[in-house]
């Protein structure tokens, strides 16, 4: 590790105490040592980041070692304003010094009415002015099925319509909308699911791309829904994400998106857009939604909602609304700080521009991350909407599909994750071959922080890429790196 990824006031400790000082372990290495012998083995993001946080900022993460990081994983997007924003913790600590009972299951409080409000106020019109809000175990898990069993409620149905690349959570209904077989192959079904082909130009399931492979998935899901030898029952519901976020961050067309809203709406099939991830200002707009103009049956609302703090909703058109009471209960429904911090926070991103700030932040870092694929052949493919941007990784030495497109390279999507945060950046993987880097700032990342972000990435892709580079991810001298004013 270079000087420039130490803190200056380890640099000076090791001088003044000589070689000895090295036999001491690095601040945190006790406390991640005690996570792998107690926690299970299905712990996913700290094997991926082994640091130990212990204050944050914005955008800014600090470990116990006193390296600093910038975030762009942001709580897989569930920061909308970054970490410990000013409005949160003062929403906060006003809902504590008030006195108000912090747990009531689903009975009135005035923070849950205030947040009810603050996100009918901020819904698309048209789906707002007739909408009922169900509140649901704090995850999106749960406001998926919650949305599932309101729909099949509703319907008198069973089955429904999913997509490929779909990630809708890990509950057992949720989960067997997911298209990841490999977190599905180990467990019984969970209901039957009909999975079509989501617009994905990068790796187009028709083999052409663009927009002629979106037309050709609208056409083959309208003619299959009205075959009477195509083995699909009417379905309970139709649910997809307007940008898949665990699947690739792969944006739906929204002329397809437009085609879907009519494909169900004729048929009589209750559309339910799940918005965990793109809700709050994510991609350039309140809510994805927004960009095609369609206006869904129900939207699944979870991450930023809460401003940082577990919350899940469902939203729906209220003659969808005829459940009998106790029909979706969970015992952490009525979380009132996080219904506190979640209202200011969709308050602050609606007066302060915050999805506007997306789309134009988005917009830089993604045609600067294209300029570099011309440049490093390593990467395939960059896309994205405002502030959640995919950074898919090939083998370019492979040869390419009828679409142009190189196998995906997730050897080389860990060696570049490793050096970004070699170079003080926190970036995830995801996609089908978790071979996609997923960037997921704050919406309140500043112009700085952009062009650190891909100054980082750029030479954490460049070093990963070079031959011999599976042990050659810290960064040189000269490069940028983990630093104290990150």
């Not at 390419?400 to 190189?406: E, K, L, N, S």
């Not at 060696?415 to 996609?431: D, H, N």
Request: hydrophobic share 45%.
């Amino acid at each position: 590790m270079s000087p420039a990824a130490v803190p200056a006031r380890a640099v000076s400790g090791a001088i003044a105490t000589g070689a000895t000082a090295a036999a001491a372990p690095p601040p945190g290495d006790a406390i991640l040592r005690r996570q792998r012998v107690r926690e299970s083995a299905a712990r996913t993001y700290a094997r991926s980041f082994p640091i130990v946080p212990v204050r944050a900022h914005g955008m800014t993460v600090e470990g116990a070692d006193g390296r600093r990081y910038l975030d762009c994983l942001s709580g897989a997007g569930t920061l909308a304003l970054g970490h410990n924003h000013p409005v949160v913790l003062e929403a906060i600590r006003r809902t504590l010094d008030s006195g108000a009972p912090l747990h009531l299951l689903d009975l009135a409080t005035a923070e849950k009415d205030d947040f009810t409000s603050a996100l009918f106020e901020n819904l698309p019109a048209e789906f707002a002015a007739r909408a009922r809000v169900h509140f649901c175990g704090p995850a999106g898990t749960d406001a998926v099925e919650a949305a599932l069993k309101l729909m099949q409620t509703a319907t008198g149905r069973s089955g429904s319509l999913a997509f490929t690349g779909a990630y809708h959570g890990m509950t057992a209904g949720a989960l067997a909308l997911t298209g990841n077989v490999a977190v599905k192959e180990p467990l019984p079904g969970g209901g039957e699911v009909v999975r079509l082909p989501y617009p994905y130009g990068y790796r187009c399931p028709f083999g052409v791309g663009g927009e002629t492979g979106a037309q050709l998935g609208a056409t083959y899901v309208e003619r299959l829904l009205d075959d009477p030898s195509g083995g699909v029952v009417p379905p309970a519901a139709m649910i997809l994400e307007a940008v898949q976020g665990e699947g690739g961050v792969v944006p739906a067309p929204d002329g397809w998106l437009r085609e879907m809203r009519r494909i169900t709406a004729e048929r009589g099939i209750p559309l339910i857009v799940d918005e965990v991830q793109t809700g709050v200002g994510r991609t350039g707009a309140m809510w994805a939604v927004e960009h095609s103009g369609i206006v869904p049956d129900a939207m699944v609302l979870s991450k930023a909602i809460g401003g940082s703090l577990p919350l899940a909703v469902v939203v729906y058109r209220e003659e969808y609304d005829g459940w009998r009471p106790g029909a979706h209960t969970g015992t952490f429904r009525g979380n009132t700080l996080a219904m506190a911090a979640g209202a200011a926070t969709l308050r602050y991103v609606a007066a302060h521009g915050l999805a506007e700030r997306a789309a134009v932040a988005g917009a830089r870092m993604t045609a600067r991350l294209r300029e570099l694929a011309t440049e490093l052949p390593a990467i395939g493919d960059v896309r994205g909407r405002g502030l959640m941007i995919g950074v898919e990784l090939v083998d370019p030495a492979a040869e390419p599909d009828a679409c142009g497109a190189r196998p995906a390279d997730p050897a080389l999507a860990v060696r570049v994750r490793e050096a970004c945060l070699a170079r003080g950046l926190i970036v995830e993987l995801g996609g089908r071959h978790d071979a996609v880097l997923r960037l997921l700032p704050p919406l309140t990342i500043t112009d700085e922080q952009v062009a650190a972000v891909l100054e980082r990435l750029a030479d954490a892709v460049a070093a990963a890429s070079r031959p011999g580079s599976a042990s050659a991810v810290a960064p040189s001298a000269s490069a940028p790196a983990a630093r104290e004013g990150a």
